[in-house]
């Protein structure tokens, strides 16, 4: 790919999705082999008035030895200077820049049940400082291609093809190309993805059902005081204006925890903790995920749900239409920031305290209290398909949402 379309990217990372404000610190994490790019973001970070830049590095081989040899007790450690340094990011509220390129099978053959005993102990202990942080800082994922990854996602090509088809499918999903304006084409997306959130916000559904030809039949109880969020958001603090995901196509929103019945399909397979979890669905009773099938990795999901209370209950319904941009493409990238913008989703563990109303003058318990749920985990999977039916309802009157995957509002 070439240097000036890659360097085009880091800048729309740096100034439309963290918005990185002068002064102000920015981290970015990035596995190792993509240290080009992160030099790219990093200097973008500068340009754009950092006042420091730290490059956390990742190596998902090297993670692999550590689950293969160390303890549990020794994996689910949390070093002094790991909570120091995450409390030096809650009194200083740097910009995060996240690039994710890793391999979407690179921890198969890891023993499960340590991996994730070690990884919910971490968790555990370093949530009060995302907690902490929440909605008071600016974030983004961005993706780049690597080898691995982009012979999964085009196994018949050589590995420099694959990659660069995959760089090609990530530019065109995040409109970066060489003579546009990124910039004014994610205002003019956001600003259709706001609309449909207010679209939804004034029917004021008290619950929406959810069928499917593949077995989905499902219905979730909507929080009367959470609105519907997509594209960018607004920081609690100084309402400085970013883009958390991109690519993004969907409109969410954080349900009850407590209420939903049936069966949600998976239609794509998800990539969980570096493990592909294919073929399953998951069932729920009184807002509790009760039972759950997959061909592949089941013990890997049943764990994942049951991490803690929260983890088996729902935190995010999101609606994606059919005839999106990373569906037509006809691509399974094998990557959830890419898959969920292809397909509707749904997220086990923890909601988004945003999406209440009043929230930022609210405690974390007083949010709890209006039925956002609360977990360690937050683990979108997908739902959507051609098929997909998604009804809201509102005084017993039905009102169509989604007709065979697309909008019917």
Not at 145 to 170: C, D, Q, T
Not at 211 to 217: F, L, P, V, W
Request: hydrophobic share 35%.
């Amino acid at each position: 790919m070439k240097k000036s379309i890659m360097r085009k990217y880091a800048r729309l990372a740096v100034r439309s999705g963290v918005s990185l404000k002068k002064g102000q610190g920015c981290v970015i994490t990035c596995e190792v082999e993509q240290f080009d790019f992160a030099r790219m973001v990093e200097e973008e970070a500068y340009r754009a008035g950092a006042k420091w830049v730290q490059i956390d590095w990742l190596d998902q081989p090297s993670q692999k030895l550590k689950f293969r040899h160390e303890t549990v007790t020794q994996l689910s450690k949390v070093a002094k200077w790991e909570e120091e340094k995450r409390q030096h990011y809650v009194d200083n509220l740097p910009a995060m820049v996240h690039i994710v390129s890793e391999d979407p099978d690179g921890l198969k053959g890891v023993n499960v049940e340590k991996m994730q005993k070690a990884n919910a102990a971490r968790a555990r202990v370093l949530k009060k400082y995302r907690d902490a942080m929440d909605s008071k800082y600016q974030w983004t994922i961005v993706a780049v291609p690597s080898k691995k990854w982009a012979k999964k996602v085009f196994p018949g090509e050589r590995g420099s093809v694959a990659v660069e088809k995959l760089w090609n499918a990530i530019l065109s999903s995040v409109r970066v190309s060489a003579d546009n304006d990124p910039v004014e084409e994610w205002n003019k997306h956001n600003k259709k993805l706001h609309d449909k959130c207010k679209k939804l916000d004034k029917f004021a559904f008290e619950y929406l059902e959810y069928k499917d030809k593949n077995g989905t039949d499902f219905k979730v109880w909507l929080n009367p005081k959470a609105r519907w969020g997509g594209g960018g958001d607004w920081l609690s603090t100084d309402k400085t204006f970013y883009n958390p995901n991109m690519p993004t196509e969907e409109v969410f929103t954080t349900p009850l925890k407590d209420k939903c019945e049936g069966t949600l399909v998976a239609t794509m397979p998800l990539s969980y903790q570096g493990n592909l979890i294919e073929d399953f669905s998951v069932t729920f009773k009184d807002g509790k995920a009760v039972k759950c099938k997959a061909k592949a990795n089941q013990e890997l999901l049943e764990k994942m749900i049951a991490m803690d209370e929260g983890a088996g209950r729902l935190g995010e319904l999101a609606l994606v239409p059919d005839d999106s941009p990373i569906s037509n493409s006809g691509i399974l990238f094998y990557n959830t920031l890419f898959d969920e913008n292809a397909a509707c989703h749904v997220a086990l563990g923890f909601g988004f305290d945003e999406l209440i109303e009043n929230y930022e003058n609210m405690t974390k318990e007083e949010i709890k209290a209006t039925g956002v749920n609360d977990s360690i985990i937050h683990v979108d999977f997908m739902v959507g398909s051609k098929n997909l039916n998604v009804t809201g309802y509102k005084n017993g009157k039905a009102t169509p949402i989604l007709k065979n995957g697309n909008w019917a509002i």
